[in-house]
Every structure is written in C-alpha cells, then in structure tokens.
C-alpha cells in the first residue's frame, strides 16, 4: 500500500492525539504539525518523534506534496485560508470529520493493537515452550519454533518451511505399523475430531537415528484457514524409564535371572492349565549369610553372581531360573520327569566341584531340593512348598556337619593367612593354660581358654591382607578403624560355629583394657571378662618378649609398667611371678 501524507493544522489536544495515532501506523506519514501557539502540546509531542513543526501552513504546502489537510483547530476561517493556499486538488477534512476521523482509526488502532498484542503472546509461548511446536497444513509444515529444529538435528541450519513432517518418521511403528499410513489416518482423525493424542518413532536429519515423541495435535484457526497445531515431546528419557522398571519387574539386577515376580507369575499360570505341572528345583546357598558378615556383602555379592552364573548354565533357554530371595533361587522346568529333575540337579552339583576346584577365594556350597508334578491333584504352588521342604531338609542335615568343622577349616585358613603361626600358639596356649590352673579354672573353662589361644585372632580374616600384616602402630587413621573391626568379625563367626559359640563373647571383648579405653565397648575393669583379660595380656607379653627381641626381664619390665592402666594389676602380678619362675 502506498504511503499517505498528511499534514495536521492545530496543535491542540486534538492535533496530539492524532500525532500519537498516525505515528504508530506505518502508511501514513505525517510531513509536519502547524499551530501558532508554540507552547501547544501537539508541536513539543511532534518534535520528540521527529516530525518537522511551524506556525506557517503554506510553507509545507509549498515544499511538499500532502495527500490530506486535517484541520482539528476548529475555526473556520483557517478553513477557508487552507482552501485559497492549497495550489492544487487536495482533501482537507476540518473540525467534526477530524473528530470522527480519529475516533475510527483509534478503534481500528485498538483492533490492531489487540490483535498484535494476541500475536505477540502466541509467538513469546510459540517461541519459548520447551516442546517442538508446528503448524501444519495436513503434513506440510507452514510454521515451527528452535525446539522442532534441534528436536530433528537440522541445528537451524536447514528451514523446514514446506517440508513435509512425514519424512521425519521412523518406516515402521511399535507394533509394526507402516508410517506413513498410519500417520495419514492420524491426521485426518484430528481434522474431523480436533484433537489427537499418540506416541510415534521419529528420525532426526543429523544422524539417522530415532526416538520416542509424544505427539498432540489441535486443530486451530491459523491465516483464517483451518490448521493443525502439532507439539512433539522427546520422551527417550521417560520410555528408558519405563523399559528399566519393565526389565525389573521381570529380572533381578544383580543376578540377570528372572525376579521371584515373574516367577510366581510363571507359577500362576501353571495353576490355570490344570493339566499342565512343572519341574520345581529349589537351591539355598549355604553360609551366604557369614560370608556377607565376616567378608562383606561384596565377597556375598560375588558369591550370588557366580552361583547365578552355574545355574545358567546347567538349564535350558526355556527354564525359568530365578532368583527368589537373598540366597535363595528355584527353577521351574517345563517338562517334570524325574530323571530330568535329577539329571538337573547332579550336573549342578559336579558344575560346582567343579567351580571349587579351581580354588576360588570362596567355596561355593548349596543345598538343594526338587519335586515333581505326577498328576492334577497337586497345585504348582504346593509343588514349589514341597522342594522347598526338601531343600530345607538337606540344609538341616549339611548344617550340623559342616558347623562342626567350621573350626578346623578356619585355624587352617588363619595359618594360611599367616595370621597366627605355629609356635606363637603354642606358648600363648602355654601362658593361659599356667594362668587358668594358677586362678583355679574348672576344665571347661581350661578348654575354653585354650580355645580362646587358637582364635582370638578370628576376625582378622575378615580384613585386607595390608591391614592385619602390620603393626597396629604404623597403620594409618583409616586403617585403624578398619582394624578394630575384627573383633567384632570374630564374634561374628564364632557365634555361628559350632564349637567356638562357647568364646564368642571373650573374642569380642579382647581388645578391652583394665581403664576402660579399650574397643569394641569401652568396658573397664571387672566388666571385661577374665579369659579376655587374660588373653590380650599374654599377646601383648609376647609381642614384648619376641616381635620386639627384647629379654625376659625387660619384657617384665614393660608389662608391669602397664599394670593398672591396660591390664589388672592382680592378673599382672599373678602372671610375673609364674614367668619369672619359668625358663622362657
């Protein structure tokens, strides 16, 4: 549209208020502001925008060529005047047409201004959402914000104006629904509904690659046309969410085996076909629970893995093996002989002699129970509480025996070790044996003590090999802590042996001291147990005696200068005298 001139007579409020009114609009000019009063508003509010100013009319009729004369000063000799000056045809509106004049356009401004102000908005949310936000003319993208760009990888660098947003889609669908079918119909569904909701596969322009997006389509009125308003959210995140808590449902993370969820799904589903039973295997591993407590749930952790590992190995793709519990795992097989079920469980265990022969840093030991499904009137689930029962009872049966030489196998593991040696056991043995006989000790008590000389030490298998190979001074703050920890490891495992129950406690309590600044518990004085009195001395005498080369009478020397403070000084006393009467 061609640009219109116009010249404004009066600078009244009139004259101002047309000045604020043309200013705004782009095609029309105004070439300048005439009154005679200098002070009238209108001429300072035209100056401070740049329009030309004077009280002379017939100098801008003379210089420039007007399209209109608005003459808002109401008088109608000025009129007149402007009628004789115009040397040319010209529209000059005066007084109340003025007046109308401005009204309109200050409605149609108003309009105008709303419908900007409405723009302005729909472009800043347009803009600054964080979906990918379209505007389509069926699939042929007429608008779209940054988001669509990087949503697609084109990184700005390519407009997609015009493009047509099905070449943005994956060939086939979750599902296997062909694309470009399948989006058609989409689309013509939101025409005729208004609104549809759905996920879709994409591809991006970069790289090829594909994603989840949650698509919403809104019909809308757009350029007076009917259009689709299209938002895609990348939903990689959420999918990868839902696939990890789907995954979950079904396997146990740690193991990879099915989840006791699925399994008992799997068992349910064996309960609705009544002529149809399964195979159950139940495994337990044995003493996970020491291992956990005297070599941490890591060692426990490794122990479940490759347990998990041999069980996948001795099964078939189509048996469900699972992990049901902390150590417990069961296997249900689709075909129920027992010579299958037996065949399973004798190739499981040559599978772990086999493992144990190759001297893992833990044996690996397991029980184990089965029962078969011969007919109908047996349920899955009575099945599994059968091998259940059946693991149970070989666990009772092994637990005995192997609780019993739980004793052996660790003085042999502590020698192994070097934790203890020989012939330090010996005297300190030697030493208590003395001590308990001086103090009147019934035999049980004898043999306790005696016992207490093998394995006060037990915990320490429980440590890195670092940390027990030094001397407790050179050890760092760290390693210190870690140190004192033995005691209570020992505890631990003497509380779950057999024959060493009966010193748990002693062992627990042998780092106590006489003024009560020992570990674990801090006990002072007559609180600490005898036999862990008695023993933490004779350690401490010997470590004077032998690992420091000094004399007897020095090692006297010394352990009396700790009377009082870290032993009794009636226990100091008693054993000095037996010492200084002995050839040691």
Request: aromatic fraction near 8%; include cysteine.
């Amino acid at each position: 549209m061609d640009e219109i001139k116009i010249l404004i007579v009066g600078g009244g409020n009139g004259g101002k208020k047309l000045i604020e009114l043309f200013h705004e609009i782009s095609t029309i000019k105004i070439v300048g502001v005439v009154d005679t009063d200098p002070e009238a508003p209108g001429l300072k509010f035209a100056e401070d925008k740049n329009i030309p100013v004077g009280n002379d009319f017939n100098k801008f009729i003379r210089n420039k060529e007007i399209d209109e004369i608005l003459n808002v000063t109401g008088k109608t000799d000025i009129q007149e005047e402007l009628k004789k000056a115009v040397p040319y045809k010209i529209d000059i509106i005066n007084g109340h047409s003025s007046k109308l004049l401005w009204e309109l356009m200050s409605e149609q401004l108003n309009i105008r201004r709303n419908v900007e102000n409405a723009e302005k908005k729909f472009r800043t949310i347009f803009e600054s959402t964080s979906d990918a936000v379209l505007i389509l003319d069926n699939s042929k993208i007429l608008e779209y914000n940054p988001q669509a760009s990087a949503l697609f990888g084109t990184n700005n660098k390519l407009d997609l104006t015009n493009k047509d947003l099905f070449s943005f889609l994956s060939p086939e669908q979750a599902g296997g629904a062909v694309s470009l079918t399948e989006a058609s119909k989409r689309v013509k569904k939101a025409k005729t509904q208004g609104y549809q909701h759905f996920e879709w596969i994409f591809k991006r322009i970069d790289n090829g690659k594909t994603f989840p997006g949650e698509v919403l389509l809104t019909l809308i009125n757009f350029d007076e046309k009917k259009m689709l308003l299209c938002s895609i959210r990348d939903i990689s995140y959420r999918k990868k969410q839902e696939d990890e808590l789907k995954r979950m449902s079904i396997y146990d993370s740690l193991t990879n085996l099915y989840s006791r969820s699925f399994f008992e799904k799997e068992m349910s589903k064996y309960e609705a076909e009544s002529n149809s039973l399964p195979g159950i295997i139940v495994c337990d591993i044995d003493g996970l629970k020491l291992t956990n407590d005297t070599l941490g749930h890591d060692n426990g952790d490794r122990l479940i893995i490759r347990f998990a590992e041999i069980l996948k190995w001795c099964f078939r793709q189509n048996d469900i093996v699972s992990r049901i519990g902390g150590d417990e795992f069961a296997v249900l097989l689709p075909k129920n002989s027992e010579r299958i079920l037996k065949e399973c469980c004798l190739r499981l265990r040559k599978r772990i002699r086999d493992y144990n022969k190759k001297g893992p840093k833990i044996r690996l030991s397991i029980s184990l129970g089965y029962a078969v499904g011969k007919n109908s009137e047996i349920s899955v689930r009575e099945l599994f509480k059968k091998a259940d029962a059946s693991m149970y009872q070989e666990k009772l049966r092994k637990s005995y025996r192997s609780r019993r030489k739980l004793a052996d196998n660790f003085f042999r593991v502590l020698e192994r070790k070097k934790i203890i040696k020989k012939e330090k056991t010996e005297k300190i043995e030697n030493y208590v044996k003395e001590l308990g006989e001086l103090l009147h000790f019934t035999d049980k008590r004898l043999k306790q003590l005696k016992l207490l000389a093998k394995f006060y030490d037990l915990g320490k298998i429980g440590l890195p090999v670092e940390i027990f190979s030094k001397a407790p001074e050179s050890l760092t703050e760290k390693e210190y802590e870690n140190f004192k920890g033995h005691c209570e490891i020992g505890h631990r495992i003497a509380s779950y042996t057999y024959d060493l129950a009966p010193i748990a406690d002693f062992i627990l309590k042998h780092h106590e001291l006489w003024n009560g600044k020992g570990y674990p518990l801090g006990l002072k004085g007559n609180k600490i147990p005898m036999e862990s009195q008695i023993i933490l001395m004779a350690d401490t005498y010997y470590d004077i005696r032998y690992n420091h080369c000094c004399s007897k009478e020095e090692a006297v020397k010394k352990l009396k200068g700790l009377s009082g403070s870290e032993f009794n000084p009636e226990l100091v006393e008693k054993f000095i005298n037996l010492h200084e009467l002995s050839r040691d």
